[in-house]
């Protein structure tokens, strides 16, 4: 009588390896494989611009530009100063004269505004990669706030 195995037959190729044993190898090597991938390909889904992910809001990384100084035009007027918000920063305090033209770009990926603390200008919140220009006031010291971001803060200075 021929014995019956209690498991099913098993293909062997010419020098009589189990091929059974070479799929389950295979398919782990592959799983192996796409396991390997997925960080990969999940780190191109973050944004263009450089991760900052260890620097806390607030502190200054030197990357936000700022106009210091209100540029004059040759009939000694001036045309205008720009507060370029990046990092959730405003940057570092600006002067201008009293009716400058103020431009506030947003380079971060929230949007933002630049109010005045004791509201002697207001702006509605600019998109990012948007921007809103105010005139700047009379002559004085104004703190700059964000009304979603309560971390944010900055200084206009008004002289003249």
């Known amino acids: 009588m021929v014995p019956v195995h209690s498991r099913p ?10 091929f059974q044993v070479m799929r389950t190898h295979r398919i782990r090597l592959a799983a192996a494989g ?8 999940l780190a191109g889904c973050g944004s263009d611009e450089p991760d900052d992910a260890g620097t806390a ?3 200054d990384t030197g990357s936000s530009e700022e106009t210091t100084e209100s540029e ?10 720009t507060i370029t918000i990046v990092d959730f920063q405003y940057g570092d305090p600006l002067t201008v004269a009293p009716g400058t033209e103020v431009t506030v770009v947003n380079e971060d990926a929230a949007p ?6 004791g509201g002697a200008f207001e702006q509605p919140l600019i998109d990012p990669g948007q921007s809103a220009t105010f005139t700047a006031p009379e002559a ?3 703190d700059l706030i964000c009304t979603l971001h309560s971390n944010m803060s900055g200084q ?4 003249g």
């Open 156 to 159: 206009l200075i008004v002289e």
């Open 112 to 117: 933002h505004n630049a109010n005045d603390a």
């Open 57 to 59: 809001p607030g502190t």
């Open 72 to 81: 004059e035009t040759s009939q000694g007027e001036t045309s205008g100063a």
């Open 140 to 142: 004085g010291t104004y």
């Open 9 to 18: 037959p098993v293909n062997r190729n010419r020098s009589g390896c189990v």
């Open 34 to 41: 796409i396991i390997a991938c997925v960080p990969v390909l």
